[in-house]
């Protein structure tokens, strides 16, 4: 299987076609993976409620088969978790799972060649936190009863456990601050084609909504994962029709110039008063570090610039441990949205490391994560 | 700037020397500042001269350093482009200044707060036009906003 061909396919097990969101094929391909040995490890996600879900390492076709099927409350981030541990690993990524990932790849914590990275389109995750506080005001339900979630036409659709569905529009939600999580709204990372093989149901028509998946293959390591998947009977293929391609495209657009917009409504210039802007919103900090401990893009360690410079004591206006992350993160962020969810006194850390990072990553053409190329600075050559 | 501000400013800026931090590498900027004095150019004493091996070790985390300590302005200077005793070290200091002025800027600090400069060693007339013009611009704007309480 060559780079840039296109399937839909699904399993051919019924039992994950019919639980499994969009046919069941990345579980599949994943467990096949597993089954011939073609990795030592797959990341899945354990349900533990509608709500929440912790990401595990696991070696056990029947615990990967059994993952299929979770909601899109779910942030959490797999770059860390898989950095400094050697696996031959396969797991599904979010565009900024991807990224983060390859940044890891970058700092040699990541062995890339070892590692299949199935891509997942995605428009957006939600907070689990957020997402119960909305169900309450907005939707008044109570979380409890959630038994599913879907996005259809702009719409957030919750369905409680008596089969009742309640609706209401994206936009309002995220008018009034629920919804997607704010780095999600401005991400133009919509089909992740930096991954090794690109899923999501965005191009399929027909009959086979809901029930397929449609694939792109970036790479002959994804061309590969696929392949071996067919080979063990795992799954089916077609060839996706033209309007099913078109409509991907069309998709990827729209979601793409949305994020353009939003981009523009929440980094408004300030013009007069930055300095202020950014002691105010820093003046709660607490010092715990867990910015610094989630970001998939750092692999400095305990000691670090950051931490080793600050001192609580110092009398300073600014914090030296935030002005080294801005600095570090101006090359690096991915805008995962990972340092504004873990902040426990609320500070929009992703908001204010996007501050920095947007001008310079334009200036400069160079996006941390898209592909195998190094930061600017390590481009100096000797003869230059 | 209305009238009552600017004598604010005045008032608060009356005999008010600028403190200005100086990274200088060791064999052009440095030199620069050596023979500057050697020539008897006259230049304010604001300047406090850090000497570096290569501009390309100046560590943004100095720059912040600087001026969270209560420097009115930071300059980096070194080699011009093609002359680094050390091949490419200015050329590194390049892009890192590209990010370090992204982010001072970005952070609300005016921008003649922070410069870049190439000076030669043979150029002590630029080293000491360069210190009098920053020291001409920063007695303008004023103390710096980072400046910690209690420093002059």
Not at chain 1, 13 to 24: A, I, L, Q, W
Not at chain 1, 75 to 85: D, E, G, T, V, Y
Not at chain 1, 240 to 252: C, F, Q, Y
Not at chain 2, 3 to 25: D, L, Q, S, Y
Request: net charge neutral.
């Amino acid at each position: 299987m060559q780079k840039g061909e296109m399937y839909v396919g699904w399993s051919t097990k019924e039992d994950v076609r019919k639980r499994g969101g969009s046919g069941g094929l990345v579980t599949s391909m994943l467990a096949a993976a597993l089954e011939k040995k073609l990795v030592d490890a797959v990341v899945v996600l354990k349900k533990i409620n509608e709500f929440e879900a912790v990401p595990i390492i696991t070696s056990d076709v029947n615990e990967v088969l059994n993952s299929a099927g979770s909601l899109h409350s779910v942030p959490s981030h797999f770059a860390k978790l898989i950095a400094n541990r050697n696996l031959k690993v396969a797991l599904p990524a979010k565009g900024c799972d991807v990224r983060g990932i390859i940044e890891q790849g970058k700092r040699n914590a990541i062995n890339l060649d070892n590692t299949f990275i199935v891509g997942l389109n995605c428009g957006g995750s939600m907070h689990p936190v957020v997402t119960r506080e909305m169900l309450e005001v907005m939707y008044k339900i109570k979380p409890e009863d959630v038994h599913g979630e879907e996005i259809e036409k702009g719409k957030l659709i919750f369905e409680t456990k008596d089969g009742k569905e309640h609706a209401i529009t994206i936009d309002e939600l995220e008018e009034k601050g629920y919804g997607r999580r704010e780095s999600c709204r401005y991400c133009t990372i919509k089909i992740p084609n930096n991954s090794d093989i690109a899923c999501g149901n965005w191009g399929v028509t027909g009959d086979l909504v809901g029930k397929a998946t449609f694939v792109e293959i970036n790479s002959e390591k994804g061309g590969r994962l696929l392949q071996n998947a067919i080979d063990a009977g795992y799954v089916q293929l077609q060839k996706p029709d033209e309007k099913g391609v078109a409509m991907r495209a069309k998709i990827k657009g729209v979601m793409e110039d949305l994020g353009k917009k939003w981009k523009a409504k929440v980094f408004v210039p300030i013009d007069n008063g930055r300095l202020e802007y950014f002691m105010k919103e820093l003046e709660h900090c607490i010092d715990c570090g867990a910015c610094k401990t989630v970001c998939p893009t750092c692999s400095c360690g305990e000691v670090s610039k950051c931490t080793q410079y600050h001192s609580r004591g110092d009398a300073y206006k600014m914090s030296m441990y935030h002005l080294v992350r801005f600095l570090h993160l101006s090359d690096a962020c991915i805008g995962c949205g990972q340092c504004s969810d873990v902040c426990p006194v609320d500070i929009p850390l992703t908001r204010l490391y996007r501050r920095f990072a947007n001008p310079v990553q334009e200036q400069l053409k160079y996006g941390p994560g898209m592909d195998m190329r190094k930061p600017p600075y390590f481009e100096v050559k000797l003869n230059e | 700037m209305s009238a009552e501000a600017v004598a604010a400013t005045a008032a608060k800026t009356n005999g008010w020397e600028p403190k200005i931090v100086a990274f200088c590498c060791n064999w052009c900027s440095y030199g620069g500042a050596d023979s500057a004095g050697m020539g008897r150019f006259q230049q304010p004493a604001s300047a406090r001269i850090i000497r570096v091996m290569c501009s390309g070790r100046i560590d943004p985390l100095h720059v912040f350093n600087a001026f969270l300590e209560g420097a009115d302005a930071v300059l980096v200077t070194g080699c011009h482009i093609g002359d680094c005793h050390y091949v490419n070290g200015n050329d590194k200091t390049k892009i890192k200044y590209k990010y370090l002025e992204n982010v001072v800027h970005e952070l609300g600090i005016e921008k003649e707060r922070l410069q870049l400069n190439w000076i030669s060693a043979s150029e002590g007339e630029k080293f000491a036009n360069f210190i009098r013009d920053v020291t001409e611009q920063i007695k303008k704007l004023g103390p710096s906003p980072l400046k910690p309480e209690g420093v002059a």
